[in-house]
């Protein structure tokens, strides 16, 4: 028999119809022992392949049940998806699933009440951090164009009492530019007897989670070391920001504003960087969906305002982001570098080509008939297995994946553009699709911000302190020879 955990899990897979972030499955949720996929090739819950789009739309709501033992462990035995396989004790502790509980409005507010009060020794200096990704859903959501969008949701938050917005594209320039380096090194250093390749995208929480705690070594030796752009944001504000005002870190509360629910446990899991004294990086990551309802919940007619940035009163003149259609554009921006890098070839125009569905797409260079490079776009989890099923027969071609846990990518994160009664809101997304592609493209390379923080902040672009604040190390489970004999 299934423990209580499993069989909460089961029916709400069969009620949802829906792929979550595996976060939105077992917040609030302790773990369980019988689920547990650690010490054993194969995951004790039995799975499909398929994504969870491809399910019947007539599978039994928990509200429509009479509550009856018989229909309660037919519930049971209801499919459960690689989304939710992610969410047994082998990912999830008892006290992460409480501290995930609270990654909520509450603490939002908590924090905004609490600087309302006399006693100012207690005051925290409010920062909120925007994705880019959650900019179109906002601007669609609210019928405004992405950069009405960006300046009336500032001007609401701190309507509210947040001190500071910022957008988080600048730390997404940082772990594309570390990615785009270690993309050449590895691809220099590759050879039978040290595969270094493929490099696989680490931005994604939920893959990376996934890739620590069920596949072990053999994989998180492929994930790009440079840290996620939440992460890097993190290190700006607790570190370079406060410095630059005078505070301590634990003085500033930093709240993340993200598309996806798997954010939440991102900010849980960062390790404590020496430089924050013990204090996270994020202390609160909101879906753009929670930020949505307490936008209509409140004052909308309030003064709209211009984003911050982190060099003194200089504000965000307009919105840019990076080359993704729906991310933050790792892979373009490492395709063009590495043409440029190892084979002396400029690439304007990036090429995508679906192969088995949408969410799986190539990109190659080639000169006089030679494949030069191979890079992937992997997202969603159907196309992640399969990944991996190639890489442990020695069949996967790619020297570069872009993997994303979320069908579609980041805009279709389940922090945002769903229905009340909790699917994709497929017409919401198109038109988020079609905002995002106008926001002008910006690379990395092109911001003298960042060029300036990697000598003022970091101390030189390749200096150890820019290795310890913008690198990470990855947690696996020891596996063994057969950590990718996972039969699902």
């Not at 939105?24 to 499909?48: D, F």
């Not at 982001?321 to 070839?345: C, W």
């Amino acid at each position: 028999m299934k423990c209580e955990h499993c069989t909460r899990k089961a029916m709400a897979t069969a009620a949802q119809h829906m792929q979550w972030d595996f976060v939105a499955v077992i917040a609030g949720m302790g773990s369980c022992g019988c689920c547990s996929v650690a010490g054993s090739s194969e995951c004790s819950k039995k799975t499909k392949t398929d994504d969870q789009e491809n399910v019947s739309a007539d599978a039994p709501s928990p509200a429509q049940e009479n509550g009856e033992k018989g229909e309660f462990h037919k519930l049971a035995d209801a499919k459960i998806f690689l989304s939710d396989c992610l969410a047994c004790d082998s990912c999830v502790t008892a006290e992460e699933g409480v501290q995930l509980s609270q990654q909520n409005a509450k603490d939002f507010f908590r924090v905004l009440n609490l600087n309302k009060k006399c006693d100012t020794s207690k005051h925290k200096v409010l920062v909120v951090s925007v994705c880019p990704q959650s900019l179109p859903y906002f601007a669609a959501k609210f019928n405004l164009s992405v950069t009405d969008a960006s300046r009336r949701l500032c001007g609401f938050l701190k309507s509210l009492g947040v001190h500071y917005v910022f957008d988080t594209t600048i730390a997404a320039d940082f772990s594309i530019l570390e990615s785009q380096k270690e993309f050449v090194r590895r691809y220099r250093q590759h050879s039978e007897e040290e595969r270094t390749l493929p490099m696989l995208t680490s931005a994604c929480p939920g893959w990376v989670r996934y890739a620590e705690r069920v596949l072990g070594r053999p994989i998180t030796a492929h994930l790009c070391t440079a840290k996620s752009p939440q992460q890097v944001m993190g290190s700006l504000v607790k570190d370079y920001f406060a410095r630059q005002q005078n505070l301590s870190p634990e003085k500033i509360f930093h709240v993340i504003v993200a598309p996806c629910y798997d954010k939440k446990l991102e900010a849980l899991q960062e390790s404590f960087p020496p430089a924050l004294h013990g204090s996270r990086g994020a202390d609160c990551v909101l879906t753009s969906g929670e930020i949505a309802q307490i936008m209509e919940q409140g004052d909308l007619s309030v003064r709209d305002a211009a984003v911050d940035t982190l060099f003194g009163d200089l504000k965000e003149d307009k919105v840019t982001r990076h080359d993704g259609a729906s991310s933050d554009g790792h892979l373009a921006h490492i395709f063009r570098h590495a043409a440029k890098e190892l084979f002396n070839e400029d690439v304007e125009e990036v090429t995508y080509r679906a192969l088995r569905n949408k969410d799986f797409q190539e990109v190659t260079l080639e000169k006089n008939g030679e494949v030069l490079l191979r890079f992937a776009a992997a997202y969603g989890f159907r196309n992640i297995q399969n990944m991996i099923l190639k890489l442990k027969k020695g069949k996967f071609p790619y020297h570069f994946v872009e993997v994303l846990a979320c069908a579609g990518g980041c805009l279709n994160g389940r922090g945002q553009a769903q229905t009340p009664d909790g699917h994709a809101d497929k017409a919401l997304l198109r038109q988020m699709e079609g905002i995002y592609a106008d926001i002008p493209v910006r690379r990395p390379e092109s911001s003298a911000h960042v060029q300036e923080l990697y000598q003022e902040w970091l101390e030189g672009i390749n200096s150890p302190k820019a290795r310890e604040v913008l690198h990470t190390t990855y947690q696996s489970q020891e596996r063994g020879a057969h950590s990718l004999d996972i039969k699902w």
